[in-house]
């Protein structure tokens, strides 16, 4: 049994993801090269932490991708700190969140906040 029923027709966004590869010797990060990914929801909307004393932006984007649907990488390679670009802009993946089938071990989709 499916944890949600998705309709394929919400899946109309799409983005180019640059795998983490780690730190270089010299400085920076190291990159993989750019991949296309398809079938995904992509919500650009700002997201906010508050504490008692300031409010930190924690995101800019939030991406919906499904195990079912979603094609042009493994979701559960998807790493943190990888970079992602959406009608242009770059962003970096800060948090992933692996959404599990109810009744089973089975990865039903990755949520990613991206700054």
């Known amino acids: 049994m ?11 966004g799409t983005f180019q993801y640059k795998e983490y590869l780690g ?16 079938a995904c929801r ?5 997201s906010f932490e508050r504490s008692g004393t300031e409010t930190i932006k924690i995101g800019d984007a939030k991406i919906f991708c499904y ?11 998807l790493k943190e700190r990888s ?11 800060k948090k992933i969140a692996k959404r599990y089938e109810i009744d089973q071990p089975k990865l039903f989709a990755v949520e990613m906040v991206v700054l």
């Open 83 to 93: 970079e992602v670009i959406i009608d242009g802009q770059t962003y970096v993946v």
């Open 42 to 46: 992509i919500n650009l909307a700002p």
């Open 67 to 77: 195990a079912d649907y979603t094609e042009g990488v493994d979701l559960k390679d």
């Open 23 to 38: 730190r270089k010797e010299a400085g920076g990060s190291s990159l993989a090269a750019a991949v296309d990914v398809t």
């Open 2 to 12: 499916a944890t949600l029923l998705i309709d394929p027709s919400w899946l109309v």
